[in-house]
């Protein structure tokens, strides 16, 4: 029935003594109350998939994740715009919701989705795998940003993108401010590459690319929760998006 499950083995864990640490978030974190962001039905009124990947720059044969996929929105999108040399990895956190996209997917016969559980502090996608990398509505619900980015980096291949859609409020009201978003990628040797506003997507689009070696996790820096979004999560856009 599961046909769609990626059972791949997860990362071996680090040994008592190997064990790292990370500081935690200066923020509070929003409960998982739902997979449902919107129903797809209003999200395709608004042309929300089709602006988010045209401005990600998603094309045949890429290979994406799509993190907190919940009922699968911009997994079964992804999968039809990626095309049969494409693939997509989507992966959340609850076992049930992973169990029902799955079983979708293989409704669907999507044969280019996997479908993986990942962890809250750990999204357990495999190195060097990723051109795009998609974090939908769910950004302000990862209780440890820091870990979680560190962990996810070397999934991204060369020249690889991190796509985050998010609203422009406080993390316990289901957004992120922008500044705040800026801050802890950059806390983890992200570059910002663009941030526009997104009325269609609910929020904002900012995506981020990864720049210089990994940051050891003892040098990572917790940034202040200003706690108050700012006026407009526009910026001038950066690098080459």
Request: a negative charge; hydrophobic letters at 35%.
């Amino acid at each position: 029935m599961l046909a769609g499950c990626d059972e791949t083995r997860p990362r071996p864990q680090p040994t008592p003594a190997e064990e790292v640490r990370f500081p935690d978030a200066d923020r509070p974190v929003a409960t998982i109350v739902s997979a449902r962001w919107s129903t797809e039905e209003a999200r395709d009124r608004l042309n929300e998939a089709d602006t988010v990947m045209n401005r990600a720059d998603i094309r045949p044969g890429m290979t994406v994740a799509d993190i907190g996929a919940g009922e699968g929105y911009y997994t079964i999108r992804l999968a039809q715009r990626v095309g049969k040399d494409g693939r997509v990895l989507a992966e959340d956190i609850i076992p049930e919701v992973r169990d029902a996209l799955a079983q979708r997917v293989a409704r669907e016969r999507l044969d280019n989705v996997s479908v993986r559980l990942g962890e809250p502090d750990d999204p357990k996608l495999p190195d060097n795998s990723f051109d795009r990398i998609f974090m939908v509505h769910m950004y302000h619900e990862i209780e440890q940003p820091y870990e979680f980015l560190w962990r996810m980096r070397p999934s991204l291949r060369k020249d690889g993108l991190v796509v985050v859609v998010d609203a422009n409020r406080e993390t316990q009201n289901h957004g992120t401010p922008p500044d705040l978003l800026k801050c802890e990628f950059a806390a983890v040797g992200y570059r910002l590459v663009s941030m526009r506003d997104m009325p269609s997507a609910g929020g904002y689009l900012a995506m981020f690319r990864a720049e210089g070696p990994r940051p050891d996790p003892a040098a990572i820096r917790a940034c202040p929760n200003r706690g108050v979004p700012s006026p407009s999560a526009g910026a001038t856009p950066q690098g080459d998006e």
